[in-house]
């Protein structure tokens, strides 16, 4: 039986395993001190993966094997792909599984996080094409000369564009797990791993990152957890009359101070996330029309495809033959 996740480690040949094992300590830490003030709080069901069971030889020298195999996994809601010692390309070829898991896994709407040069399997998945991105210094002309269509923010130590987050280094990526932690557990609970797993408490994540402009950071906590409430659940059916009661508001006082937030309406919100899952599974996926309107919350495919037209001024059919029709012409 395949196994669902919350969060998926993946160990790779001549990986630097500190981009994967620092992250694990510090959500183990956030799940045993949230679970301390409270028994019920969430439990985060990691676990580490691998092409095969058997050992992988890091960068250090050492061997790490996996919990489990990528085969061993049916969803994971959160994938972190390490970063790979010096040219990651010739590791890269020799696991094209990894590439066709990451693109499963994207489909499903799992978060993908890649830390330094891993940020090269994402995109040598395509998952990248057009999106911002960000990786360690030292690869920046290579990176830019082998994906010429990912947007490289050289400035920026994390990107994030809808699903996809990069960190260019073993300390960014520190700080995107405070963040998680935070969206999970809460502010207590990330300030008290942050204070033990670093001798100073770092910037904030939003103030070093790079992220989309459907994305606009704000200081009203409640909406904060209603904006990822909603990114996480947007592949479900949704009445926001439920989700302003979740939040403790009435529709009224839920709009006005969502639409004050983040200069949007929830219902706006709402539909930009999705049609932004419609656009990556149109341009990275073979889903038809229908599926991929079912598999971003919308049970009627005219309504779908008229909203996407709406937005877009372009039909879901139409937009899917132009993306391809870039990428075919930028690979030959």
Not at 283 to 293: D, F, G, K, M, P
Request: some cysteine; aromatic content about 10%.
């Amino acid at each position: 039986m395949k196994k669902r996740l919350g969060a998926t480690f993946l160990v790779v040949e001549d990986m630097l395993a500190t981009s994967i094992t620092l992250p694990i300590e510090m959500m183990n830490a956030a799940e045993s001190a949230a679970l301390g003030r409270d028994r019920r709080a969430k439990r985060l069901n990691i676990a580490t993966a691998s092409t095969r069971k058997e050992s992988v030889r890091t960068r250090s020298g050492f061997n790490l094997e996996a919990e489990l195999t990528l085969d061993d996994i049916g969803n994971s809601d959160m994938v972190i792909i390490p970063s790979l010692w010096r040219n990651p390309r010739p590791i890269i070829r020799r696991n094209p599984e990894i590439i066709r898991w990451l693109q499963k896994l994207n489909e499903k709407g799992a978060i993908l996080i890649a830390v330094g040069t891993g940020c090269c399997f994402l995109a040598e998945a395509g998952l990248l094409n057009g999106k911002a991105a960000t990786t360690h210094w030292h690869y920046f002309d290579q990176f830019q000369r082998d994906y010429p269509d990912v947007q490289l923010k050289r400035q920026y130590f994390i990107t994030q564009s809808g699903n996809i987050y990069c960190a260019a280094s073993v300390n960014a990526v520190a700080d995107l797990t405070v963040h998680f932690i935070h969206r999970t557990y809460g502010q207590e609970i990330a300030t008290h791993v942050q204070r033990n797993f670093s001798h100073e408490i770092r910037r904030a994540y939003e103030s070093t990152s790079y992220y989309d402009d459907k994305h606009r950071y704000h200081p009203d906590e409640d909406i904060v957890q209603a904006q990822i409430w909603l990114q996480d659940n947007c592949q479900k059916e949704i009445l926001l009359k439920n989700v302003a009661e979740k939040f403790d508001m009435s529709v009224r006082t839920f709009n006005r101070r969502f639409k004050n937030a983040t200069g949007k309406t929830p219902l706006q919100y709402l539909q930009e996330i999705r049609i932004d899952m419609a656009k990556d599974l149109l341009q990275t996926s073979n889903l038809s029309v229908s599926e991929i309107a079912y598999k971003v919350g919308y049970q009627d495919m005219g309504h779908f495809s008229s909203l996407f037209k709406k937005l877009l001024t372009t039909t879901p059919s139409d937009y899917r033959a132009t993306v391809r029709a870039k990428l075919f012409t930028a690979s030959t």
